[in-house]
T-cell receptor, first 112, second 113 residues
């Protein structure tokens, strides 16, 4: 079974731009969660989607948004990028709510 | 507030030696506790997942323990190898409608030859 895939793997943007990251969950998984990871903060929860509905949301500004499609693929968008948005963005899928999460390799975003 | 505290923040050990990582949590009501291994620049990979009734669970050279009464868990690495160099993250799930996860900051383990 193929694992969680994220695209792109690396991205460089400038301040003020917007970015869209994509995540394809493991086949059959309906839950997709997004996390931001920075060296000093560890893993920070962004949001979770289940069957196209946002179930949970972390404490991030409205510049961070996401959505999930009917095939469970998910996208995350960050608008008006700031230098502090530079991080590894991880996506994790799960077969059920609260079930074991399987992480993708992440997208390394650098904002200059 | 649900919190997960890990210690030490980092440690260095010699190849072949054992080490133990600690995780203390205040998450309530408790559902399960997970240990993940994260290699640099990669996504975390699950090592173990433990529920309330489980005290010990092993995955190869990794052994996790759980004391639900004291809300403490440990991850023991036996006969460390260079490939064990990674960050180890403790994650606790709450038994709530949204199964909220609380993440520890991780322990960075460096194994030296």
């Amino acid at each position: 079974k193929a694992g969680v895939t994220q695209t792109p793997r690396y991205l460089i943007k400038t301040r003020g731009q917007q970015v869209t990251l994509s995540c394809s969950p493991i086949s059959g998984h309906r839950s997709v969660s997004w996390y931001q990871q920075t060296p000093g903060q560890g893993l920070q929860f962004l949001f979770e989607y289940f069957s196209e509905t946002q179930r949970n949301k972390g404490n991030f500004p409205g510049r961070f948004s996401g959505r999930q499609f009917s095939n469970s693929r998910s996208e995350m968008n960050v608008s008006t990028l700031e230098l502090g948005d530079s991080a590894l963005y991880l996506c994790a899928s799960s077969g059920t709510l609260g079930g074991e999460q399987y992480f993708g390799p992440g997208t390394r975003l650098t904002v200059t | 507030k649900n919190q997960v505290e890990q210690s030490p923040q980092s440690l260095i050990i010699l190849e072949g030696k054992n080490c133990t990582l600690q995780c203390n949590y205040t998450v309530s009501p408790f559902s399960n506790l997970r240990w993940y291994k994260q290699d640099t620049g990669r996504g975390p990979v699950s090592l173990t997942i433990m529920t309330f009734s489980e005290n010990t669970k092993s995955n190869g050279r990794y052994t996790a323990t759980l004391d639900a009464d004291t809300k403490q868990s440990s991850l023991h690495i036996t006969a460390s190898q260079l490939s064990d160099s990674a960050s180890y993250i403790c994650v606790v799930s709450a038994q709530t409608n949204d199964y909220k996860l609380s993440f520890g900051a991780g322990t960075t383990v460096t194994v030296r030859a």
